[in-house]
């Protein structure tokens, strides 16, 4: 299986978002990015890693951490129902599967490698530009409630084009169900 090594970019809040926020990843040579929303709880345990990593040096989970002995290494490996699908794999082949932000935050406390398959990474990429000013979230990495408050917002806004592609993304999971 090909894949490509992120890395942390940045997080940023959303603006309105009631405690939301973007978690950017990037590739290594930082052409390309992935976006993953994450809640506020997640947004201050991230923050607070890149802030001030030497604060948490202590903290349970880096002192549980810095108990593991076996080589460990994650994979995002598809998408379904909005939400990334992660593994965490240790030496021996044993997998846990781990929420997307989780993995982000046990990647920047440790030096456990985060991967993405090379055609979800394809798929859900976007060109990376550390200047803008706004992030490309995909549709299809949004939950349902989000997506239905999205589309209630798109509604609202009359910006029906973007409200259909919420509908149809909405039905596409219902159908699948």
């Given amino acids: 299986m090909r894949r490509t090594l992120l890395r942390f970019e940045r997080l940023q809040q959303i603006v309105g978002g009631e405690g939301m ?3 950017i990843l990037t590739d290594m040579e930082r052409k390309n990015a992935v976006s993953v929303v994450c809640d506020e709880p997640m947004s201050q345990q991230i923050q607070m890693r890149v802030s001030n990593p ?4 202590n903290m ?13 290494e994650m994979m995002i490996c598809g998408l379904f129902e909005g939400q990334y699908q992660v593994v965490l794999m240790d030496d021996i082949g044993n997998l846990v599967r781990l929420r997307m932000s989780d993995a982000v935050l046990l990647s920047l406390m440790s030096d456990i490698p985060l991967y993405i398959e090379n055609g979800l990474m394809e798929r859900q990429c976007y060109p990376y530009d550390e200047k ?6 995909p549709i299809n990495t949004m939950d349902l409630p989000r997506l239905k408050m999205a589309m209630e917002k798109a509604v609202e806004d009359e910006n029906y084009e973007l409200a259909s592609q919420l509908r149809d993304e909405i039905n596409r ?4 169900k």
């Fill in 60 to 72: 349970l989970p880096e002192t549980l951490l810095s108990l593991l002995t076996s080589s460990y």
């Fill in 173 to 176: 999971r219902h159908h699948y």
């Fill in 21 to 23: 926020a973007v978690i």
């Fill in 132 to 137: 803008a000013d706004s992030i490309a979230i």
């Fill in 54 to 57: 030497k604060l948490c040096k």
